[in-house]
């Protein structure tokens, strides 16, 4: 008995068709997860490497803001210096040599004595106010001034015992011209 098939035949070249397409969508499917996986992996692990990466530079920029304070510092110190030293060049542009008179005056004066105001006006003359625990101090600076070569005209204003805590203590004033040519 012969076999007889109501059904066509391309139906079952389609069922062919129609299985292998579902299986090549599976493999699409898959590769596509895999791929999406590699970038997320990708991208993952390079969000790790930059937030190790900020880390390390959050740490370096915490270790360079000492440096970066004490630069702050030194030019800060460095404008007072500048305008220091301007204020020095107009006073030896008005003809007074300010750096002799000063080096003398810490050559000559006692140990025990301190200044609190020192000033030299346009014409040479010297205004001194300090301070010394005892009288002979302050005799001996008037002295020293007195032997100087660079001062003229030496004169002790007042002299006033001052009574403190823990131990009493003389202020004084002095006044002196600093000479021709100096």
């Known amino acids: 008995m012969p076999k007889i098939n109501l ?46 990466e900020t880390a390390q530079v959050k740490q370096q920029v915490a ?10 510092s030194v030019q800060v110190r460095t404008k007072e210096i500048e305008s220091i030293l301007q204020e020095v060049d107009s006073l030896a542009a008005a003809g007074h040599r300010l ?39 302050v005799a001996r600076t008037a002295r020293q001034l007195v032997h100087s070569a660079l001062f003229d005209s030496v004169k002790v204003g007042a002299v006033t015992l001052v009574a403190s805590g823990d131990q009493d203590y003389y202020t004084f004033t002095m006044s002196c011209t600093v000479q021709v040519g100096r």
Do not use: C, N
């Not at 068709?17 to 390079?46: C, D, N, P, W």
């Not at 270790?63 to 702050?72: A, E, F, G, Y």
């Open 7 to 52: 059904l066509p035949e391309k139906r079952k070249a389609a069922r062919k068709r129609g299985v292998s397409g579902t299986l090549v969508a599976i493999v699409l499917l898959e590769l596509l997860l895999v791929m999406a996986s590699a970038v997320y992996s990708h991208r993952h692990f390079t969000i790790i490497s930059l937030q190790a």
């Open 99 to 137: 750096v002799p008179v000063l080096r003398e005056i810490r050559t000559i004066i006692p140990g025990d004595v301190w200044f609190t105001g020192f000033r030299v006006d346009d014409k040479g003359a010297v205004s001194i106010s300090g301070g010394a625990f005892a009288m002979e101090s």
């Open 63 to 72: 270790s360079l803001k000492p440096d970066l304070d004490m630069i702050d």
